[in-house]
């Protein structure tokens, strides 16, 4: 019995790490359909944070994020190159004792005073409040991660903007194609845009992420090795992509409120990108709509009925999409997920709170 046909719609870092463990699971009648835009992950900072008020909200997904969480340094190793990957951890940090109550709802004690704070990082303002240092919290840069992914497909990528699934000739449809899959399946993922800052001085400066309210703004740092500083990030339920005076002038106030010493960086690039979002912020995770199919290791060639999308024919069509804001947190689990259900046909109890069709 020969596997499956299969296409992925989506060449950004969920896209591509899908086709990576496809590959590795010996699907090799495999493409992924580049559009040639970057996507939101050209615009994260690269946090791995599982907690935040989403996963406080919402406990099948807080489940999710620690899964994915506890693959990355593993996800990472394998990759075989440095994609930025960082176990230092993050400082929660409140400004002011406002901030600090809005802060505590998602802190884990012990909370540090200012002076603990300033003992690991000597250049935070004197007037931080108070914070909690968060070890399980990483970061990795997701450009390089993508690069890494794109090499290790690179005889697999064509660059193609898919219009339609029809279009798409292959048994399975993994449609990851972040904002865009609203307009090819229909389901509700609208794009919320994020502004973002890159600053680069002297590597040093900072050692941890830090992620702080500044007098109600909410704003993080995330430090690279070489210097590079990233400061984000707007959440605008906007879809336009200009760089605004006032977003970028929100971000470097409380940035400069919080870390003094970075208002000697230089300002190396101010970028603009859109989350692909979902009525509820969680992902579509699974079968575009209910079937039975439990065994794809026959497929190739045979036209089939059950999963599809509006103008997609006889094919299946598996989504991984909407991930809002933990894109590049998920991309682990989603793909080892995904890949088990198109390569195994094995429903993963994780996929049963995130099926596209509970919209």
């Not at 992914?149 to 660059?159: H, K």
Request: glycine letters at 10%.
């Amino acid at each position: 019995m020969s596997a499956p046909r299969v296409a992925i719609v989506g060449g950004g870092i969920i896209g591509l790490a899908i086709g990576w463990r496809l590959r590795q699971r010996g699907i090799d009648d495999l493409v992924v359909l580049d559009s040639g835009e970057p996507g939101a992950w050209h615009v994260a900072a690269g946090m791995l944070a599982p907690g935040g008020e989403s996963a406080f909200e919402q406990p099948a997904l807080a489940r999710l994020l620690e899964a994915s969480n506890e693959r990355w340094p593993a996800f990472a190793a394998e990759l075989g190159v440095d994609v930025g990957f960082d176990t230092t951890g993050t400082l929660g940090l409140a400004m002011t004792a406002d901030d600090q109550a809005e802060a505590a709802r998602f802190w884990t004690p012990p909370l540090l005073r200012p002076s603990e704070l300033r003992e690991r990082e000597p250049a935070l303002s004197p007037r931080v409040r108070a914070g909690v240092y968060a070890p399980a919290e990483r970061q990795v840069d997701p450009r390089k991660v993508v690069a890494a992914l794109r090499e290790r497909l690179a005889d697999r990528i064509v660059a193609k903007r898919v219009e339609d699934l029809a279009e798409v000739d292959a048994d399975v449809v993994v449609v990851a194609a972040g904002c865009d899959t609203a307009r090819l399946t229909g389901l509700p993922v609208r794009p919320v845009k994020g502004q973002l800052l890159r600053l680069r001085g002297e590597p040093g400066l900072l050692r941890h992420v830090l992620s702080a309210t500044v007098d109600g703004r909410e704003v993080y740092l995330v430090p690279r090795a070489d210097g590079e500083i990233l400061v984000g990030a707007t959440q605008e339920e906007r879809t336009d992509h200009a760089v605004t005076a006032g977003a970028v002038h929100e971000l470097l106030h409380a940035a400069l409120d919080l870390v003094p010493g970075l208002a000697e960086f230089e300002l190396i690039e101010t970028t603009v990108g859109h989350r692909p979002g979902t009525p509820d912020n969680a992902p579509l995770l699974g079968w575009l709509a209910p079937n039975d199919i439990t065994d794809l290791s026959g497929l190739s060639g045979v036209a089939l009925s059950g999963a599809a999308s509006p103008g997609a024919g006889d094919r299946l069509v598996i989504v991984a999409a909407g991930h809002h804001r933990n894109g590049v947190l998920l991309t682990p689990i989603t793909a080892d997920l995904i890949a088990g259900l198109v390569a195994d046909g094995h429903q993963d109890p994780l996929l049963e709170k995130f099926a596209p069709g509970r919209f």
